[in-house]
Nanobody
């Protein structure tokens, strides 16, 4: 199965943009739906976005819809999360995950997870 590795986190000011990358190795990337989740201190892991195996279905969490964009390139085994107009409440560790489901918005549907990348947004 694929093993995701995230990169691109950092410290930015409110209103800024960041692009997270997730490179997956060890499996057939195109067979996996890829999702992004985040977890802030003291809070549960939250669904951010998912892109299905062949880009046919994309879904966002309510708190990021209209600001974040997920995309993938199966030839590069990579999925990205473009985050615009960041807010302090977007501060969290962001995780990339792979699911053998066609399309999933719940964490339990994901088979493998990256280690996470920290995103901090200052006001």
């Amino acid at each position: 199965q694929v093993q995701p590795v995230e990169s691109g986190g950092g410290l930015v000011r409110s209103g800024a943009s960041l692009r997270l990358s997730c490179a997956a190795s060890g499996g057939t990337f195109r067979r996996y739906a890829m999702g992004w989740f985040r977890q802030a201190p003291g809070k549960e892991r939250e669904f951010v976005a998912v892109i299905s195996r062949y880009n046919g279905n994309i879904h966002y969490g309510d708190s990021v819809r209209g600001r974040f964009t997920i995309s993938r390139d199966n030839a590069k085994n990579t999925v990205w999360l473009q985050m615009n107009n960041l807010r302090p409440e977007d501060t969290a560790v962001y995780y990339c995950a792979a699911s053998t489901s066609l399309y999933a918005t719940i964490a339990s549907a994901y088979n493998s997870w990256g280690q996470g990348t920290q995103v901090t947004v200052s006001s």
